[in-house]
């Protein structure tokens, strides 16, 4: 049965004003800055049994982090609401960047986190690559529930 990410849930309504923004302007990237998960944040994707943080306090190595988890979900609610969208012909390209630290930048205080652009555009599946065997895991067209990180 199908079931969403719970954390891209969360970011429904800000993935919606990103996606209003890119099918305004066609053709051009938009971006916004997804900041880091706060303690609440840590806490609620701990709490759904994604440990944000190794034994050591850091980043655990081979593990998904809160913070990798939370950009994760803001790309999967993206691709969620422009399925949903009456523009879902339009292609959707998503870009997530480095993180990036806060501070003051041209008068605005940005706060620290990842860098996303999207651009969506006529053409579909033609402008993205996709690298072979991450998407299915048993051949064409079947993906695997038990592989998912939710």
Do not use: C
Request: aromatic share 8%; proline share 5%; charged share 25%.
């Amino acid at each position: 049965m199908y079931r969403r990410d719970p954390v891209s849930v969360l970011f429904d309504e800000g993935a919606a004003r990103l996606l209003e923004r890119a099918y305004a302007r066609q053709g051009q990237w938009v971006g916004t800055r997804l900041a880091n998960p706060g303690p609440r944040q840590v806490a609620y994707t701990a709490a759904l049994g994604i440990d944000p943080f190794g034994p050591d306090g850091k980043s655990g190595a081979g593990r998904l982090n809160a913070r990798t988890r939370w950009a994760r979900g803001f790309v999967r609610s993206l691709q969620y609401q422009h399925k949903r969208s009456a523009k879902a012909y339009l292609g959707l390209i998503v870009e997530v960047g480095r993180a990036m630290p806060g501070g003051r930048q041209a008068g605005t205080l940005l706060v620290p986190g990842r860098a996303i652009r999207v651009k969506v555009m006529r053409g579909g599946s033609s402008h993205i690559r996709r690298k072979g065997g991450l998407v299915y895991t048993e051949g064409a067209g079947r993906s695997d529930p038990g592989a998912r990180d939710w």
